[in-house]
């Protein structure tokens, strides 16, 4: 890293280089090996599940040759430490999609695409070999490289690697061409499913360039392929043999297609391959490795600044949050409202603290109840109102914005916990959600840095978790098929339980999930939506935890990604569900979403627009449309 003393841009840098496609030098230096790391490198077959930055990517790409090697020399080891050799290959969507219709029968494309895939694989075993010749010293024998050539039906006299790494290029190339002009296929001899591959990696271990080791084919983004050609890697992998074992990196529901060229056989868990759930595999502790790390590194050239995430991300506790919100306004109410009904009440509460006092006026809200009445109950059974403050405090904090107009912050989103709760296991996510924090504080005192340490204040977060929130929102369009679609059921069901945290009446707090009820039609329809979006990271889905009844066993249990958590100003945590009609829900799609979210909220008084945050403010006129 370029050494930078106590400088603003230094700090713009430590968290924005957030994508592994993207070039950086400092790859070596910030990378942090996965929890699930060594699950990933043992011999078998194994699928990567994540959604888009969930670092499936740069968990692949640390299998390929140079990459694995320059993290064993990190600590200390050299290439005859190697247990792995990867290729990465990661599957362009405007080309893949390009092996299809032209006129050509499904089985004949099969063929083809497995030809295509073979030539991008071979051509990534090629360059590997020209790196291992370069390390080993050793060179790839001519007799190796004439049995691949025999693969690829290639007669032409091949005698190093850098020649038969221009053939290959030349032979994608020419099959690329006749795949975009489909009545040239008849040019191209096409080789047979995987072989190529197999006899290459049998060259690699025979000639002794590869000797033991382990050859992985990392295939990125598998869900751009066509249902027909992941039934064509998934008989790779179905038959895979030593020494060559696949690894694929796929977003959630992105795995399509469990056939395999044989229909009758299909791809099965645990028989063929292993699944990580990256979201699932200890993000805590990988997304605060990340963040230390490249504090660590910042802290060693030269800029004061925590290398503690906690220390770092400064947390607000629930106390202060409450007086920040507008605690004490509304205790001096509630303390209004004794002094006028009971004076003896009014002595004992006005020695209470105002982040105490308010949740009186809340729970009157909450249960429409006397305050006189809880305030005496309060006094008799102080240790209960405690445990309740404890069990509620949380949801009060979101009712606190009600009326409360002009306030810019309406929810304090801060702390380590929560900026790694909100990302749902995504280090893309994280590193933005500080990235933005960091520039919101920068402006804030003008780009000086203080003598004392950096930290990011609640205020820069929270602004930050908004932010990306509605980046996020706005990127559906553009990330999906539907995702018009899909940005129009998250504004609808944001909106939706935005309204059910900020006026507690008659609810359960915390209320964030839901499940689907209707019609199966209607059911299948929105669920069918609702899983996209869960692969787009719009939302996230859960088994059910909790059975109503019987039939309801199967039930999925969805909620909108955490990401959105401050943009519609609801709670980040997994609590407690309801129950929506799937019509409303497809109603949110047409041209009348403000009536289906008035049917959600079962006719009840929304939010004035002039009681909206800004952000949610925005979307006024979706809010709005005639149909109400």
Known sequence: MKEHKNDASALQLLFNENRAEWPSEKFKEIFVEPTYLQKLVSMRPCILVGGRGTGKTTALQSLKYDSSLERLSSSGLGFGDLEYLGIHLRMNKNRVRAFSNGGVDINLWSKIFAHYFNLL??????????????ITGQTLQSEFIDQILVEFDISEKIINSEELKVRLQREISKLQVCVNNPSKLQEITLSIAESPLRVFAEALRDSGLASNKIIFCCVDEYENLLDYQQGVINTYIKHAEPPLSYKLGVRKNGLRNRNTSDSSDMLRTPDDYSEIEIAEEGFEYFARAVAEKRLESAKLNGINIPTNLSDFLENLSFKDEALLLGAERVSKLVLSELREKNSELFETFKHKPHSENYFLQYWKEKENADILDLARDWVDNEVSWKTRISNHGYASLFWLSHGNKGARIKKYYCGDKIFISLPAGNIRYFLELIDNAINYQLEEINYKLPSSEFRLSPKSQTLAAR??????LDQLEGLADRGVQLKRLVLGIGKVFFEYARSPLGRTPETTSFIV???SKDVSSITELLNEGVGHLAFEVTPRTKATTNLEL???????????????????????RITFNSKDLLGI????????IASLLEGEEQADIEDLPEQLAFFSAFYNEAGK
């Open 121 to 134: 694989a071979c051509l990534e075993l090629t360059k590997m070999t020209i790196w291992l010749e370069e």
């Open 467 to 472: 932010d990306v929130g509605k980046r996020r």
């Open 517 to 519: 009820s209707g019609e």
């Open 554 to 576: 199967k039930d999925d249990e969805f909620r909108l990604h955490r990401i959105f958590s401050a943009f519609f100003e609801i709670s980040h945590r997994k609590k407690r």
């Open 589 to 596: 799609l047409d041209n009348k979403p403000a009536k289906a």
